[in-house]
């Protein structure tokens, strides 16, 4: 039997839609039959399979009917006289031409909605997995996407942090989303990348769907193996005792670092800088009864009605866990780690310091930077000693090699990603992080203090090279011993971490 349809399906714009689907329809099946039984394409073949070909053919789609409609009004322009009412379209299914057409639409369809229900299902997971989070704007979030593989959450969806349960958040996250493409697509995209993100879920929404704040955690260990900058390249450690929780489980969480997230208690700021390490003024509440003690810094008091100005955040997990999956380490802390590991030779004279010098150095890209960590630390031992160049050529080789892999882990030039573009409020060390509210200066109306206390939040048990460790009692601290022959003690007393070590570090 013929095939016949209406007339008015005879024009080249329904017949360039209907093309136009079909090849779409068979690239989608044939690109999901080679991503399934060859699992090759990535996150770029997903984007392709599920939202590009799928607008294509919903294009397509579109022009069918609306050449139809023009070569109808085109028909019944030469048809139908000027003074004669045009009848609206019907649909005989007497006529083989409309029922043809009729079965075609059912049909095609339910065949679409089938497709699209799936298509829709499986967009939603692609857009939702970690390849399109981490790969498809390639370039803009690779520094994000190399951190979070190695970091705690590496096994946590983005999603799971960044958008979290609820349609609504997941909208906001997808519009949010399309002007980031749109700023990608013009170039337009900050670098390095602003943070923190003011418009985070908060944290008591993500963080405490796992983690839980009236759980009780005990206090723990904490060994540091640092390595000192001349020749030898000493290995100094500090055993610390950490206070996250109480002494006693039966105190739970009133007291430790943990204390901050005390049910019992509200913890309120003011920053006034974006990055939110400019802390003035501090408000607690207890929750029991009632009580309500501000703080203002003495140094850098905010001005009458100022407040009224600022953003007051209720503290929570993220205000020290900034970077629990996107942590940039120093120069200073991931060569340390690498000699632990062994992956850089201690039997290099000096390699601490020109490893953390070099590395520090700022470079405008990635291949720049390699080669100039190769060519520095060659000419440095050329130079100063040439017998290593000489004799140990082959470790030397394999060290630089090291040296520029934890580097490109870490730092990355195009997007100025560094660790001093991304303050740690975990710690003191490199950013001031606890010394933002907990600096001696932070005081109330009666007297009361934000204490700058070392032993607030741990205990130094030992400390010292391996052959000279000077030791105490876990619940006893020594006084920390600043190592280096050119540091006096008087220096990192009267002043923060930060000032010395926020470069690439003594």
Same mark, same amino acid.
């Given at each position: 039997m013929?095939?016949?349809?209406p007339?008015?399906?005879?024009?080249?714009?329904?017949l360039i839609g209907?093309?136009i689907s079909l090849v779409?329809l068979?690239m989608?099946?044939?690109?999901?039959?080679?991503?399934?039984?060859?699992?090759?394409?990535?996150?770029?073949?997903g984007l392709?399979?599920?939202?590009i070909?799928?607008?294509?053919l919903?294009?397509?789609l579109?022009?069918?009917?609306?050449g139809?409609?023009?070569k109808r009004?085109?028909?019944?322009?030469?048809?139908?006289?000027?003074?004669?009412s045009?009848?609206?379209?019907?649909v005989?299914?007497?006529?083989?031409?409309?029922?043809n057409?009729?079965?075609?639409?059912?049909?095609g369809?339910a065949i679409?909605?089938?497709?699209?229900?799936?298509?829709s299902?499986?967009?939603?997971?692609?857009?939702?997995?970690?390849?399109?989070?981490?790969e498809?704007?390639?370039n803009?979030?690779i520094?994000?996407?190399t951190a979070?593989?190695?970091?705690?959450?590496?096994?946590?969806?983005?999603v799971?942090c960044?958008?979290g349960?609820g349609?609504?958040?997941?909208?906001?996250?997808?519009l949010?989303?399309?002007?980031?493409?749109?700023?990608?697509?013009?170039?337009?995209v900050p670098?390095p990348?602003?943070t923190?993100?003011?418009?985070?879920?908060?944290?008591?929404?993500?963080?405490?769907?796992?983690?839980?704040p009236? #759980?009780f955690?005990?206090?723990?260990?904490?060994?540091e193996? +640092?390595?000192l900058?001349?020749e030898?390249?000493s290995e100094?450690?500090?055993?610390?005792?950490? #206070?996250?929780g109480?002494?006693?489980?039966?105190?739970?969480?009133?007291?430790g670092?943990?204390?901050?997230i005390?049910?019992s208690?509200?913890?309120e700021y003011?920053a006034?800088?974006y990055r939110?390490?400019?802390?003035?003024?501090? #408000?607690?509440?207890?929750?029991?009864?009632?009580e309500?003690?501000?703080f203002?810094?003495a140094?850098?008091?905010l #001005?009458?009605?100022?407040?009224?100005t600022?953003?007051?955040?209720?503290?929570d997990?993220?205000d020290c +866990?900034n970077?629990?999956s +996107?942590n940039?380490?120093?120069?200073?802390?991931?060569?340390?780690?690498?000699?632990?590991?062994?992956?850089?030779?201690?039997?290099l004279?000096?390699?601490k310091s020109?490893?953390t010098s070099?590395?520090a150095q700022?470079f405008t890209?990635?291949?720049s930077?390699i080669?100039?960590?190769?060519?520095?630390?060659?000419?440095?031992?050329a130079v100063?000693?040439?017998?290593?160049? $000489?004799?140990?050529?082959e470790?030397?080789?394999?060290?630089?090699?090291a040296?520029?892999?934890?580097?490109?882990?870490?730092?990355?030039?195009?997007?100025k990603?560094r660790?001093?573009?991304?303050?740690?409020?975990i710690?003191?060390i490199?950013?001031?992080?606890?010394?933002?509210?907990?600096?001696?200066? +932070?005081?109330s $109306?009666?007297?009361k203090?934000i204490?700058?206390?070392?032993?607030?939040?741990?205990?130094?048990?030992?400390?010292g090279?391996p052959?000279?460790? $000077?030791?105490?009692?876990?619940t006893e601290?020594?006084?920390f011993?600043h190592?280096?022959e050119d540091?006096e003690?008087?220096?990192?007393?009267d002043t923060?971490?930060?000032?010395?070590?926020?470069g690439?570090g003594?």
């Amino acid at each position: 039997m013929k095939l016949t349809l209406p007339e008015s399906t005879k024009n080249w714009t329904s017949l360039i839609g209907a093309t136009i689907s079909l090849v779409a329809l068979f690239m989608i099946i044939f690109l999901l039959a080679v991503s399934l039984a060859f699992n090759q394409g990535g996150s770029y073949l997903g984007l392709v399979i599920y939202i590009i070909l799928p607008a294509i053919l919903i294009a397509g789609l579109v022009l069918i009917p609306i050449g139809m409609l023009g070569k109808r009004k085109k028909l019944n322009s030469q048809n139908i006289p000027d003074n004669i009412s045009k009848p609206l379209p019907f649909v005989d299914l007497n006529i083989p031409g409309h029922r043809n057409a009729t079965f075609i639409f059912i049909f095609g369809t339910a065949i679409f909605l089938f497709l699209s229900a799936v298509g829709s299902y499986e967009a939603f997971h692609y857009t939702e997995s970690v390849s399109f989070c981490g790969e498809t704007c390639h370039n803009v979030m690779i520094p994000e996407f190399t951190a979070y593989q190695t970091s705690p959450h590496a096994r946590v969806k983005c999603v799971e942090c960044h958008v979290g349960e609820g349609a609504d958040w997941y909208m906001r996250s997808k519009l949010s989303g399309l002007r980031q493409v749109y700023k990608t697509i013009i170039g337009e995209v900050p670098k390095p990348i602003l943070t923190p993100i003011h418009n985070l879920r908060p944290a008591r929404d993500i963080c405490e769907k796992c983690h839980w704040p009236e #759980k009780f955690y005990s206090r723990t260990i904490r060994n540091e193996r +640092h390595y000192l900058r001349n020749e030898e390249s000493s290995e100094w450690d500090i055993n610390l005792v950490m #206070k996250v929780g109480s002494k006693f489980d039966a105190l739970g969480l009133e007291e430790g670092i943990h204390w901050h997230i005390n049910p019992s208690i509200k913890i309120e700021y003011a920053a006034t800088d974006y990055r939110r390490q400019i802390i003035p003024w501090v #408000k607690l509440t207890n929750e029991k009864t009632g009580e309500v003690t501000i703080f203002q810094s003495a140094n850098n008091p905010l #001005k009458i009605g100022e407040i009224d100005t600022l953003e007051v955040r209720e503290f929570d997990c993220i205000d020290c +866990h900034n970077r629990p999956s +996107h942590n940039y380490k120093p120069p200073e802390f991931f060569i340390n780690n690498s000699i632990t590991a062994g992956d850089i030779s201690r039997e290099l004279p000096e390699i601490k310091s020109i490893a953390t010098s070099v590395c520090a150095q700022e470079f405008t890209t990635t291949d720049s930077a390699i080669a100039g960590i190769k060519s520095s630390i060659e000419d440095f031992y050329a130079v100063n000693y040439p017998e290593v160049i $000489e004799e140990k050529n082959e470790l030397l080789q394999k060290t630089i090699s090291a040296i520029q892999t934890k580097f490109s882990q870490n730092i990355f030039p195009e997007m100025k990603v560094r660790w001093d573009q991304y303050p740690l409020n975990i710690g003191h060390i490199k950013s001031p992080g606890c010394f933002r509210c907990h600096d001696d200066n +932070h005081v109330s $109306e009666s007297g009361k203090l934000i204490s700058r206390d070392c032993n607030i939040c741990h205990l130094l048990n030992s400390q010292g090279t391996p052959d000279k460790l $000077e030791r105490t009692i876990l619940t006893e601290s020594l006084v920390f011993n600043h190592p280096g022959e050119d540091v006096e003690q008087e220096d990192w007393q009267d002043t923060m971490c930060s000032d010395c070590h926020e470069g690439e570090g003594p």
